[in-house]
C-alpha cells in the first residue's frame, strides 16, 4: 500500500502529532528491501483537512530542496535519518491549532514513490507538549550518506544543438573518481523501501 499517493493507503488519523508553528524535527528510517544503494527524498506539506479522507487537498508544498541519500551498498538501510529543523514551506503562515499532514517521499529507479505521512496540529515554539529534540531521538546513522540532486543539461530550452554521444561520453568517463561517482549518481531516482516516521 505505500505506493499509493499520498499517504501510502492510511486514512488521516485523529491522533495528531504536536508540531511547532516555526517548523521542527523530522526523523525517519529509510526502506528496508534490498537491491538500492540510493534513494531520493521530498518532504512536503499539506495543509488543511478538506481533502480525501479528512487530510489535505493536497500535499503541494515543499518544506526542503530534495535530497539524495547513499547507502554502504546494495544491502537494506540499518540506520535512521533525522533533520532537526525542518522549516515551514516558503511562504506558509500557520498559528497555533491548525492542522497539516507531513508527508516524505521516497523515490524508485523505475519511477514509482513511496509514500508515508504524519497527521500533525501546530502549537506555539514554546508549548509544554512538544517533546525534546536531543542527541538520543535526532541522529544520523554513519553508514547512511547524503547528496544533493542535480540535472545535467543536454539541451537548451529553444535550441537544436544537443550534446553529443562523445560529450557525453566523456563526462561519464570523468566521473569514475568515487566523489563525482556518488554525486552523479544523487539525482538517480531509486528505490529503498517503506519509510517509518518517528516524529
Known amino acids: 500500500m505505500q505506493w499509493m499517493y499520498p499517504c501510502g493507503g492510511m486514512n488521516?488519523?485523529?491522533?495528531?502529532?504536536?508540531?511547532?508553528?516555526?517548523?521542527?524535527a523530522i526523523a525517519f528510517q529509510p526502506g528496508w528491501f534490498q537491491g538500492h544503494a540510493?534513494?531520493?527524498?521530498?518532504?512536503?506539506?499539506?495543509?488543511?483537512?478538506?481533502?480525501?479522507?479528512?487530510?489535505?487537498?493536497?500535499?503541494?508544498?515543499?518544506?526542503?530542496?530534495?535530497?539524495?541519500?547513499?547507502?554502504p551498498s546494495k544491502n537494506p538501510y540499518s540506520g535512521t535519518i533525522c533533520l532537526p529543523q525542518v522549516?515551514?514551506?516558503?511562504?506558509?503562515?500557520?498559528?497555533?491549532?491548525?492542522?497539516a499532514t507531513i508527508q516524505v517521499v521516497e523515490l524508485a529507479v523505475h519511477g514509482a514513490a513511496l509514500y508515508s505521512c504524519v497527521d500533525i496540529i501546530f502549537v506555539d515554539d514554546n508549548d509544554?507538549?512538544?517533546?525534546?529534540v536531543n542527541e538520543t531521538n535526532c541522529f544520523n546513522s554513519t553508514d547512511i550518506g547524503f547528496s544533493d540532486v542535480y540535472t545535467i543539461t543536454t539541451r537548451a530550452?529553444?535550441?537544436?544543438v544537443t550534446t553529443s554521444d562523445a560529450i557525453a561520453s566523456s563526462m561519464f568517463r570523468r566521473s569514475q573518481s568515487a566523489s563525482a561517482w556518488m554525486a552523479l549518481a544523487g539525482w538517480l531516482p531509486v528505490l529503498l523501501g517503506g519509510l517509518w516516521l518517528t516524529l
Not at 521530498?42 to 481533502?51: A, H, K, R, S, T
Not at 509544554?128 to 525534546?132: E, Q, S, V
Open 12 to 24: 488521516t488519523t485523529t491522533n495528531r502529532t504536536y508540531w511547532p508553528v516555526s517548523g521542527g
Open 87 to 99: 522549516p515551514l514551506p516558503v511562504n506558509a503562515s500557520v498559528k497555533a491549532g491548525d492542522y
Open 128 to 132: 509544554p507538549r512538544l517533546a525534546n
Open 38 to 71: 540510493t534513494a531520493q527524498i521530498f518532504i512536503n506539506l499539506g495543509f488543511g483537512i478538506d481533502g480525501p479522507n479528512g487530510g489535505p487537498p493536497n500535499m503541494s508544498n515543499p518544506m526542503i530542496p530534495q535530497f539524495g541519500i547513499i547507502g
Open 157 to 160: 530550452a529553444g535550441s537544436n
